[in-house]
């Protein structure tokens, strides 16, 4: 489970204030995937971050009784200097997993070749995607954080994504960020909409998709 009490986010952006979360009380349950839904800009990412404890709140925190993924799709998880190999070893050692047990399940999954030991700075925006969706999966947690991850690949690596995930959620819970609403639809049980910083969770993704829906129209 994962909590959210009194979590306030802003910052000043080009003279203008950004509010991302604005007092927000919500409880994310265990083994629940929501999809978590708004507009483009309305923060997703950075409650994402937050949650993962990568970046701060204004004020207000975060509680969970399990252990929680760091952003998969965040670029700040990996060191840029360092090759996707090493970048997998080392976040083995920080959750204190096999480390050549790791190292193996990512080669296999991400399908990088070669370029699993080149450094993470020479990777297009969909290798290091695929590298961090492997680490993710490869490592046990009760809340994965997923943002648009398995929208990744071509055909053959989106199947295997949902396949994985499918499996890692039988026996955990995601947050989940994707703009395919049949995605939305395929992966997740609830949903949470975040819009002007405020957060409404629904026990049904169609009712947080109706309301999203709702607030995408001009």
């Given at each position: 489970m994962i909590l959210l009490q009194n979590l306030s986010k802003f910052y000043h952006l080009n003279g203008n204030r950004k509010v991302v979360a604005d007092r927000i009380n919500?409880?994310?349950?265990?083994?629940?995937?929501?999809?978590?839904?708004?507009?483009?800009?309305?923060?997703?990412?950075?409650?994402?971050?937050?949650?993962?404890?990568?970046?701060?709140?204004?004020?207000?925190?975060?509680?969970?009784d399990g252990n929680v993924s760091f952003p998969v799709g965040f670029a700040g998880s990996f060191h840029p200097d360092m090759t996707g190999?090493?970048?997998?070893?080392?976040?083995a050692r920080i959750y204190g997993a096999n480390s050549d047990a790791l190292m193996d399940y990512v080669a296999d999954f991400a399908e990088l070749g070669q370029q699993f030991h080149a450094p993470i700075r020479s990777y297009s925006s969909g290798m290091r995607s695929r590298l961090a969706f492997g680490v993710s999966m490869g490592l046990t947690f009760?809340?994965?954080?997923?943002?648009?991850?398995?929208?990744?690949?071509?055909?053959?690596?989106?199947?295997?994504?949902?396949?994985?995930?499918?499996?890692?959620?039988?026996?955990?819970?995601?947050?989940?960020?994707?703009?395919?609403?049949?995605?939305?639809?395929e992966m997740?049980?609830?949903?949470?909409?975040?819009?002007?910083?405020?957060?409404?969770?629904?026990?049904?993704?169609?009712?947080?998709?109706?309301l999203h829906s709702y607030n995408m129209k001009p």
């Open positions: 919500a409880t994310f349950p265990s083994r629940v995937s929501v999809g978590l839904l708004g507009r483009n800009g309305a923060g997703k990412s950075t409650l994402l971050r937050i949650i993962a404890g990568t970046a701060d709140p204004t004020s207000g925190e975060v509680l969970s190999a090493q970048n997998t070893r080392f976040v009760d809340t994965y954080l997923i943002d648009e991850i398995t929208a990744v690949g071509d055909a053959a690596f989106k199947r295997k994504s949902k396949s994985v995930f499918a499996d890692r959620m039988s026996r955990a819970g995601s947050i989940f960020v994707s703009h395919s609403m049949g995605l939305i639809r997740c049980d609830a949903g949470a909409v975040l819009e002007n910083g405020k957060l409404i969770y629904f026990d049904d993704i169609n009712e947080a998709i109706e």
